[in-house]
């Protein structure tokens, strides 16, 4: 058997003095992702347009190519697959543009693509 190591004394931290003033802590961030206006921040816009297009749609959203906040809300442009192909880069893809109000709800939707997964962009 292993001789066992002696414990270390712990070192004691000092405390400060009863009328030592506590240095100020910044505020916590909030756990809430909103903002305190009752806004929807950007990650939680981005979450609420994927996830009622998905519900309108059937499919799951592919991802955000877009979001930018507007006077009324928020507007995205989300990917979806139409039609899986295989290979996945002959899949046809759409995309979405998504309008939010100002708490988040899905006010209209209109498809402005359609494009096959391989596609690359070309400057015009």
């Known amino acids: 058997m292993a001789a066992a190591e002696p414990q270390r004394p712990r070192r004691a931290r000092p ?3 009863a009328d030592a003033e506590e240095p100020e802590r910044p505020p916590a961030r909030r756990a809430s992702s909103e903002r305190r206006s009752g806004v929807p921040d950007a990650a939680a816009a981005m979450r609420s347009a994927a996830g009622q297009l998905a519900q309108l ?20 442009q989300v990917e979806v697959v139409e039609l899986e192909r295989i290979p996945d880069t002959t899949s046809v893809m759409a995309s979405y543009k998504v309008a939010l109000g100002p ?11 359609r494009y096959s ?7 015009t």
């Open 15 to 17: 405390r400060p003095a």
């Open 103 to 113: 708490e988040g709800q899905l006010v209209s939707y209109e498809r402005t693509r």
């Open 57 to 76: 749609l059937g499919r799951p959203p592919d991802s955000v190519s877009s979001l930018k906040p507007t006077e009324d809300g928020w507007e995205a």
């Open 117 to 123: 997964r391989g596609m690359i962009d070309r400057p």
